[in-house]
């Protein structure tokens, strides 16, 4: 049997299970987004006339900014800390084991049980720890009610995804900086330079590829989410956190607005791919 088909029939497995599970679904979705399916009622063919609505839906141009503020917020702060981290992990690979691993356990841990401990934290009155720290320490004039207010909803869901997501950074930074050669730190240190000298003129740049790669991988995960703003906040109040991810939700499943909802989805896919094709252009021209 030649090589070939043999290779295609190892695969063909994987071919039809990718698109029995993927492939099949986003093009049902991009279809159904052009009716209006309204519950168990008949399906009618609209065109464009979803999209056209989601974008003079003023309740979606704040879903959109909320998506772009909480994806860029997390994307910011985890990479940062976990950027940071690494590089101050990299003078003492062999004592901050256990550190790295309990902080890349963050990452571990599902977004919906990252929510409920988070709600734990932000908990109004002295019932939650954060809360209750302030007030310890005669600071109770700044406890409040962190997931209730709209100004401070969408700051708390962005502490809780950034502590979830801090692990990957720092796993992917370290590596970058672990592999640059010894020799080279080795000669900066024998000519006097300083740890934050290094960290900033040597390590940084030459780590820039594993946080490159972490920057790619939270934007994606932050722009997709929906458990921690479910478990969280639940889109509130009054809409205040609610995501595109969450948005597809509520039209889809609670107000039964199919096709509204799935268009919402498309638009979400779309920015997927806007963020994730040069990445992946960008990796596969490097691998040639």
Same mark, same amino acid.
């Given at each position: 049997?030649?090589?070939?088909?043999?290779?295609?029939?190892?695969?063909?497995?994987?071919?039809?299970?990718?698109?029995?599970?993927?492939?099949?679904?986003?093009?049902?979705?991009?279809?159904?987004?052009?009716?209006?399916?309204?519950?168990?009622?008949?399906?009618?063919?609209?065109?464009?006339?979803?999209?056209?609505?989601?974008?003079?839906?003023?309740?979606?141009?704040?879903?959109?900014?909320? @998506?772009?503020?909480?994806? +860029?917020? /997390? %994307?910011?702060?985890?990479? &940062?800390? !976990?950027?940071? $981290?690494? *590089?101050?992990? #990299?003078?003492?690979?062999?004592?901050?084991?256990?550190?790295?691993?309990?902080?890349?356990?963050?990452?571990?841990?599902?977004?919906?049980?990252?929510?409920?401990?988070?709600?734990?934290?932000?908990?109004?009155?002295?019932?939650?720890?954060?809360?209750?720290?302030?007030?310890?320490?005669?600071?109770?004039?700044?406890?409040?009610?962190?997931?209730?207010?709209?100004? @401070?909803?969408?700051?708390? +869901?962005? /502490? %809780?995804?950034?502590?979830? &997501?801090? !692990?990957?950074? $720092?796993? *992917?930074?370290? #590596?970058?900086?672990?592999?640059?050669?010894?020799?080279?730190?080795?000669?900066?240190?024998?000519?006097?330079?300083?740890?934050?000298?290094?960290?900033?003129?040597?390590?940084?740049?030459?780590?820039?590829?594993?946080?490159?790669?972490?920057?790619?991988?939270?934007?994606?995960?932050?722009?997709?989410?929906?458990?921690?703003?479910?478990?969280?906040?639940?889109?509130?109040?009054?809409?205040?956190?609610?995501? /595109?991810?969450?948005?597809?939700?509520?039209?889809?499943?609670?107000?039964?607005?199919?096709?509204?909802?799935?268009?919402?989805?498309?638009?979400?896919?779309?920015?997927?791919?806007?963020?994730?094709?040069?990445?992946?252009?960008?990796?596969?021209?490097?691998?040639?």
């Amino acid at each position: 049997m030649p090589q070939s088909v043999t290779a295609f029939l190892l695969l063909l497995p994987v071919v039809i299970l990718f698109g029995l599970s993927v492939i099949y679904p986003v093009i049902e979705t991009i279809r159904v987004s052009f009716w209006e399916i309204r519950g168990l009622g008949k399906p009618h063919f609209v065109g464009f006339d979803n999209y056209i609505r989601l974008f003079s839906d003023p309740v979606f141009h704040g879903t959109l900014l909320t @998506t772009l503020i909480f994806t +860029l917020g /997390v %994307t910011f702060v985890a990479v &940062a800390i !976990g950027w940071s $981290l690494a *590089l101050l992990c #990299a003078f003492a690979p062999k004592q901050t084991a256990i550190f790295r691993l309990m902080v890349f356990a963050t990452f571990g841990i599902s977004e919906a049980v990252a929510g409920y401990i988070w709600i734990s934290i932000f908990r109004p009155g002295e019932a939650g720890l954060l809360n209750g720290i302030l007030t310890a320490v005669g600071l109770e004039q700044f406890a409040q009610p962190w997931l209730g207010g709209a100004n @401070t909803a969408l700051i708390a +869901l962005i /502490v %809780t995804a950034s502590w979830s &997501a801090v !692990g990957l950074p $720092l796993l *992917l930074s370290f #590596a970058s900086v672990q592999a640059i050669p010894r020799s080279i730190l080795e000669a900066a240190y024998m000519d006097g330079a300083k740890p934050l000298t290094m960290m900033w003129h040597i390590m940084m740049p030459l780590s820039l590829p594993g946080a490159r790669v972490a920057i790619f991988l939270t934007l994606l995960s932050s722009l997709r989410a929906f458990d921690i703003v479910f478990v969280l906040t639940a889109g509130g109040p009054a809409r205040a956190t609610e995501t /595109v991810g969450f948005f597809m939700y509520r039209e889809s499943m609670t107000q039964f607005n199919l096709g509204y909802g799935a268009a919402a989805t498309v638009i979400l896919l779309i920015a997927v791919l806007v963020v994730s094709t040069p990445a992946i252009a960008q990796r596969t021209k490097g691998a040639k």
